[in-house]
């Protein structure tokens, strides 16, 4: 085991950056929890703060006395949060069911890490800490629906990665008795030590993280659901995983609506109908609000076909279809789903098909096997504009499940319903003051929180999320009208559409709708539609956003990840294309310094030299190409062969040649040259 | 570096493939496309530890330490590490081993083409050698520890480690002066004796160069010696048992100590290629009794020779733990006959 201190410095001990890199894994992990809703974030923030506090205590007392108290701390933290934890599994999870263990192995990890942030003292520690942090990352990424934790991954898998990096080189350091310098390399811009090390801890992070991403989308993606389902956080049709079911355009066909839903729509054409006919096709009304979800409660009153295709009258009408009437002929598509879409109150509907009622209000064709039909529908106009209701006056002669309410509703919401129609002079004030309301402090957002179970969808849109679609927006504004005491139902169908060049309007799933139609005395049902004008919420404009959407729409087919992963391996091989072009011209630039670098100032070599300038002095000198042996053979000096031997040993023999040696031959090559000088070698061997 | 080298997978490279096995079956499991892509991260370790494999086998390591030391002793040496490959070398462990001292590991960092590291070290010298020996392994499992290559080359050094010298008393020995007076040189020591092949411990200055050119080998010339040396040491042992390194160290301190009194002192050991030696300097003394490694029973001839290099009137000290009795009684006789004390040393007591 290294114990890590913070004494040691230097470019190769990394105590400080694997502390920074295990705190960062380790806040990574935290974060990660309520990106999964396994944790609540002001509690992740606490966590955070108090993992900070306890690492950098680790640092700061680290003698014996300190490390004892930090111990005896870390553990009475452990075994006061599992003490908690095991008291709130026992008491709660016989309610929640496994639904429970998620949150409360969550909450046993978090205190676990704070526990293990006192005692960080040694390498295994260190990396403790880095396997509980990846560990809550699993865990939220396994239980996230959504981006949220993507945020975390990236910032924790390359941190992990380099606390491996730097783990391992502390382990080697404590391996060794001493650490080599290396010698400098004067004129050669290559990177020190320090710059070596930084870069390949770079690299190595690189590669560990672009492989591990190819790998990613070469590997055949989870069955069941796709993976933009989950890393986007959008529901694919019969994603019924979790708490948050899915929804499709079928979903605005009547029946009931679930507030917590989530999900695209796609953008398959459903009907086209002619321009000029209406923007809000009405397909169904719900009249039930329970605190989550819309219901239609004379779904269960069908009334069989019809006959000649003439539509019941609407009993909420009173039985008085007033106002102009409009007739359209409507094509529908493959993604038609039989529910007859009309821009008013439906008086007659003709169609090659039979024509059922389901309902009150829900008029069904059978469709087709081709799934291609069409309709000509005749509808009353319902009354609109301003001028025509303000002028509205009278008593509510009305069904009272228009003004209903469910008991739970909080206090909070009706005391807003009456602050804003306290003033109005009129209905149509009191709604234009309800839409003014939602429409200036409320947020479009289609991936809006969804509420809590056990909350009111619309209080918490009102007061807690403060975001939402046209869902939230209707079902808010109906719920306002109705504390109000004004009769209102939530509207389903299909609005703005796209012009073709026909001149008719096409309707597609994602034009999918719901808005709000309130009673007028004597006027009938008026729409309002309170998400029109609605501010988008920001983060659907940032570049995260985009990135993400982008990414899932890539995600989202084998060719795309398979041309994504292709693009990763090009882009690794130009860096290393790059890497490897830089080395070589360097080295061009700089070649390696060849032969012996002690030559010129080793002893031996400066000996010689003597002698050379000896032999110079007397008239022979060395030739050129005179080697070592011939000069050895010339000279009739018994104790020169050996010396130059040992000087050829010093030039290229693996070991170096002792210094007794090198010494010994210095002074045979000195005395050669004193002998030379003085004449006493006067019979030099003609060269052959 | 020339040599072996081998590869494997550590411990800790076991993890990312067991990891990437676990939460790819849980992303499977889950249908989760978040555990899919921590199974990608887990595996890309491997790759990554695969693609930046370290480096070692362009690493050349030479070590230096003094040339002469003695067992017992910490001596200063270097170790150098130099990149003879053309790409950077990687962060490394070097472990120099060498019989007679202590191995050294030393941490090298990543090195450029051509670049040279270097440490200073310190190291026990841990027994008593005479040669050139010495490997080195390099190691590295860079950068994360999951891939280990380790590459073991050739690093020689050359090394003489004396025996330690223990406090000796010459007790019954003879004095210098009484040394000097008994043992009279017969013959100059200049004339020449004859001519040999050369053996351990001998200089380069007996070289016979002339006779070494016509037979292709090294040939020494042997001088006539002085006779009547005085003092002789006859190492016999035997080897191999625990008082061997004692008895030798206690043979050359009392050679030391001899020759500290200024006395002449003739070393003999029944060993190839260790010729007998006699000399006064403390350096020759110690570097033959490095160079001791496993001597036999000393044959009646070189008892022969150790009686007459002693002369009439010297003694010869026999240093022993065990010898048969026969050789006791044969060598007993001997040196009366030759008019030699004989005496023994021991490491142990005489039973």
């Known amino acids: ?688 | 570096m020339r040599g072996t080298s081998r590869s494997r997978v550590t411990r800790l490279g076991l993890m990312p493939p067991l990891s990437a096995a676990i939460l790819g079956a849980l992303s499977v499991l889950t249908a989760d496309s978040w555990l899919l892509l921590l199974s990608g991260g887990a595996l890309g370790l491997l790759v990554a530890a695969f693609v930046l494999r370290p480096r070692v086998t362009e690493l050349r390591v030479v070590a230096t330490h003094p040339r002469r030391c003695q067992v017992g002793e910490v001596v200063a040496g270097t170790i150098q590490v130099t990149n003879t490959g053309d790409r950077r070398s990687s962060l490394a462990r070097v472990t120099h081993e060498r019989t007679g001292l202590a191995p050294v590991t030393v941490l090298v960092p990543p090195l450029g083409p051509g670049a040279t590291a270097e440490v200073r070290v310190e190291r026990l010298v841990l027994a008593r050698v005479a040669g050139t020996d010495g490997t080195s392994t390099t190691v590295s499992s860079e950068p994360l520890g999951l891939l280990e290559r380790a590459a073991t080359g050739p690093s020689p050094t050359d090394l003489v480690s004396h025996p330690r010298l223990v406090p000796v008393l010459l007790g019954p020995l003879l004095t210098a002066e009484e040394g000097q007076g008994r043992a009279v040189a017969s013959r100059s020591g200049l004339d020449v004796h004859g001519v040999r092949e050369w053996q351990r411990g001998d200089g380069t200055t007996q070289v016979h160069w002339r006779s070494t050119a016509r037979r292709g080998r090294l040939v020494v010339l042997e001088r006539e010696t002085r006779i009547g040396v005085g003092l002789g040491l006859l190492l016999v042992g035997p080897p191999g048992l625990p008082s061997w390194e004692p008895l030798v160290a206690l043979t050359a301190s009392t050679a030391v100590t001899a020759a500290r009194a200024g006395r002449r002192v003739g070393l003999f050991a029944a060993q190839p290629g260790l010729a007998e030696l006699t000399t006064g300097d403390r350096t020759g003394l110690l570097d033959w009794c490095a160079a001791l490694d496993e001597p036999s029973l000393p044959p009646p001839a070189l008892v022969a020779l150790a009686l007459r290099r002693v002369g009439s009137g010297g003694e010869l000290v026999v240093a022993a733990t065990w010898a048969p009795p026969a050789w006791w009684a044969s060598t007993s006789a001997a040196a009366r006959a030759a008019g030699v004390r004989l005496q023994v040393l021991t490491s142990e007591p005489a039973r």
């Not at chain 1, 504009?385 to 069904?399: F, K, Y």
Request: hydrophobic share 45%; proline share 7%; with cysteine.
């Open chain 1, 1 to 688: 085991m290294n114990r890590i201190t913070t004494s040691t410095s230097g470019p190769y001990v990394h105590a400080l950056g694997l502390r920074i890199a295990v705190v960062v894994v380790g806040l990574a992990g935290l974060y990660s929890l309520p990106a999964s809703g396994l944790v609540q974030p002001a509690l992740t923030t606490v966590s955070a703060l108090l993992y900070v506090a306890a690492a950098c205590a680790s640092v700061q007392y680290s003698s014996p006395g300190g490390h004892k108290a930090r111990k005896v701390l870390s553990i009475a933290w452990l075994v006061s949060v599992g003490l908690y934890v095991g008291i709130t599994s026992a008491s709660g999870l016989a309610d929640s069911g496994p639904a429970g263990l998620g949150p409360l192995l969550a909450l046993l990890l978090v205190g676990l890490h704070i526990a293990h942030g006192l005692v960080l003292n040694s390498r295994r520690d260190l990396l403790v800490g880095v396997t509980v942090g990846l560990f809550m990352l699993v865990l939220a990424s396994g239980l996230s629906p959504g981006p949220a934790v993507a945020g975390p991954l990236v910032v924790g898998w390359p941190a992990a990665v380099v606390c491996l990096v730097l783990a391992h080189r502390v382990q080697e350091l404590g391996l060794v008795s001493a650490v080599a310098d290396v010698r400098r390399q004067p004129g050669v811009p290559r990177p020190g030590v320090q710059g070596a090390l930084v870069a390949r801890t770079a690299v190595t992070v690189a590669v560990s993280v672009l492989v591990g991403t190819i790998v990613f989308l070469l590997l055949p993606q989870p069955d069941g659901l796709s993976a933009r389902s989950r890393l986007l956080g959008g529901q694919q049709p019969g994603d019924q995983q979790g708490s948050t079911p899915g929804r499709d355009a079928s979903f605005y066909s009547g029946g009931s609506m679930n507030l917590n839903a989530r999900g695209s729509l796609g953008s398959d054409p459903v009907i086209d109908v002619p321009a000029g006919t209406g923007e809000l096709w009405r397909s169904a009304v719900l009249d039930v609000y329970d605190g989550t979800s819309w219901n239609d409660s004379g779904l269960l009153s069908a009334s069989g076909d019809l006959v000649g295709g003439v539509a019941p009258i609407d009993p909420a009408d009173g039985g008085l279809p007033t106002g102009p009437t409009l007739t359209a002929d409507v094509r529908a598509y493959a993604a038609f789903q039989g529910v007859v879409a009309a821009p008013g109150r439906v008086v007659r509907v003709v169609a090659d098909s039979p024509v059922t009622s389901l309902g009150e209000s829900v008029l069904s064709l059978t469709r087709p096997p081709t799934g291609q039909t069409a309709y000509t529908v005749t509808v009353v106009l319902p009354a609109t504009g301003s001028r025509a209701l303000t002028g509205i006056s009278g008593s509510d002669q009305i069904d009272g499940r228009f003004t209903q309410l469910p008991a739970e509703l909080p206090t909070r919401v009706r005391e807003l319903a009456a602050t804003l129609t306290a003033g109005a002079p009129n209905r149509a004030a009191a709604v234009r003051a309800v839409e003014t309301y939602l429409r200036a402090n409320e947020r479009y957002d289609l991936a809006s929180p969804v509420a809590p179970d056990g909350e009111d969808a619309v209080d918490d849109f009102l007061f807690t999320s403060h975001a939402g679609f046209c869902e939230h927006f209707a079902s808010a504004e109906a719920v306002l009208l109705r504390a109000a005491g004004i009769p209102a139902r939530l509207a389903t169908g299909f609005a703005y559409g796209q012009p073709l060049q026909d001149g008719r309007i096409v309707m597609r799933s994602a034009n999918a709708h719901a808005w709000v139609e309130v009673w007028y005395p004597g006027a009938g049902w008026s729409p309002s539609d309170p998400t029109a004008g609605a501010a988008l919420a920001p983060a659907n404009t940032s570049v995260l956003s985009r990135l993400t959407s982008w990414l899932g729409s890539v995600l989202g087919s084998a060719w795309s990840r398979a041309l994504l992963a292709l693009g990763l391996v090009a882009l690794g091989l130009l860096g290393w294309l790059l890497v490897r072009v830089r080395s070589r011209r360097l080295r061009a630039a700089y070649p390696l310094p060849t032969g012996p670098r002690e030559r010129p100032t080793h002893p031996l070599f400066a000996a010689f030299a003597r002698l050379e300038a000896a032999l110079v002095v007397v008239g022979r000198p060395r030739e050129p190409s005179e080697s070592l042996a011939e000069l050895g053979g010339r000279l009739p000096d018994p104790a020169l062969a050996p010396a130059l031997r040992t000087m050829e040993q010093q030039c290229y023999a693996l070991v170096p040649v002792p210094v007794e040696d090198a010494q010994h031959a210095e002074r045979a090559l000195d005395d050669a040259a004193a002998r030379v000088i003085s004449g006493s070698v006067v019979a030099f061997v003609t060269r052959r």
